[in-house]
């Protein structure tokens, strides 16, 4: 897969709110009728909970039938379980429900947990023998009809550094970020050492020109989820591919590949964490990389604060105002899924499954708005 020269960054213009609204602003200075909103293609997804019976009636009830089912059965030293995948594949469709996408085992518990480490360790000739078993993995998922793998391509983990207690929303436990705080807390290095944004992208085109071809073949997009959090330079000795400039990193990556398969599991939250004002910031990234058609998946987490210092709230009391949002990724085409991701903890043994219950409805009935104002 040949990569595609420098191209100088795009600066990304102000962008009015009525942009992603239902009417247009030129029209109405114009006397011309409203442009009508385009149709929604959109899907309530979830990623959570795999094909037990158990999940899938779950999910059933809350009116979710599109889902990233995790991940087929794995055999050792070759690659995804292609019997095992068809059983989940099945076990969806008597429900009604689609099996749209997998969960590459690149994933965000960092390099000293990693399943497969050598390939952001950069280490050949072991990551060589790693990348075989993922080529294997998207033949498998293309056979299935698996039409997205979501990975990631980092170093460090997710990163928190501690809890805050909402009282005013029934003690709700949000996950939190504090850069100053994490500096206090001292953290070592991991076993990759030091890596600068360079060798992060070099690791990266490594992998994908030995990937990408196979998912062009197979017909599976890669869907890459960018560092949670974007962090300073060379914090713990490593250097984010999409900090601390988060829109300038992901327009780099978008970049490297002039193909349909290669693109984002677009992540609103973990993006807006690299944000200084999120409401306002995020919107022109969704239009660039929506109308470059490289949103590939879509997580709808909400935040409080941005840069250094944020909570993981639930979607209506964040600083992002969703209906924006999603009217935004309408107007762009998107047609993937748009799901729950990190949702807010609280005291109570079923506290997870009624946070994904909250974020169903609140993000069916988004889709359900948007809908009617195209009508």
């Known amino acids: 897969m040949k990569r595609k020269s420098f191209i100088k960054a795009l600066t990304a213009g102000s962008v009015g709110a009525a942009t992603f609204g239902a009417e247009s602003v030129t029209a109405g200075h114009t006397g011309q009728k409203p442009e009508r909103p385009k149709k929604v293609l959109m899907k309530a997804g979830c990623q959570s909970g795999g094909t037990t019976i158990e999940n899938l009636e779950f999910k059933a009830r809350h009116g979710i039938f599109n889902i990233d089912g ?48 050598n390939i952001m360790l950069g280490k050949s000739p072991e990551r060589d023998r790693e990348i075989e078993i993922l080529q294997q993995m ?17 170093i460090l983990p997710v990163l928190r550094t501690g809890k805050t207690v909402d009282p005013k929303r029934g003690n709700a436990i949000y996950s939190t970020w504090n850069y100053e705080e994490a500096l206090k807390q001292n953290a070592p290095k991991t076993i990759a050492g030091d890596v600068s944004i360079e060798q992060m992208f070099e690791r990266i085109t490594y992998l994908l020109d030995r990937i990408l071809p196979v998912a062009k073949e197979y017909k599976v997009k890669l869907a890459n989820h960018i560092a949670d959090p974007p962090t300073p330079i060379g914090y713990r000795g490593i250097s984010r591919w999409n900090s601390p400039d988060v829109f300038k990193g ?3 990556f978008a970049k490297l590949y002039d193909s349909e398969y290669h693109g984002f599991n677009f992540c609103i939250g973990s993006i807006a964490e690299g944000l200084k004002d999120p409401k306002t910031e995020i919107m022109p990234i969704i239009k660039w ?33 969703f209906l924006h949002v999603v009217r935004a990724l309408r107007d762009v085409g998107y047609s993937g899924m748009v799901m729950p991701d990190h949702v807010p903890h609280h005291a109570d043994t079923a506290a997870d499954l009624q946070a994904f219950s909250f974020c169903y409805g609140y993000i069916k009935g988004l889709l359900q708005t948007v809908t009617d104002e195209a009508l």
């Open 289 to 321: 990389v929506g109308e470059r058609n490289q949103i590939f998946n879509v997580h709808l987490r909400n935040i409080k604060g941005g840069w250094n210092n944020f909570q993981e709230v639930y979607p209506d009391n964040g600083d992002m105002n």
């Open 250 to 252: 992901i327009q780099r």
């Open 70 to 117: 995790g991940a087929p059965k794995t055999i050792a030293g070759k690659g995804w379980d292609l019997d095992d995948s068809m059983r989940k594949r099945d076990a969806c469709e008597k429900y009604g429900i689609s099996l749209d996408a997998y969960h590459f085992p690149l994933a965000s518990s960092g390099i000293d947990k990693a399943e497969y480490p």
């Open 138 to 154: 998207i033949q498998v998922a293309g056979k299935t009809g698996v039409r997205v793998l979501n990975y990631n391509t980092t």
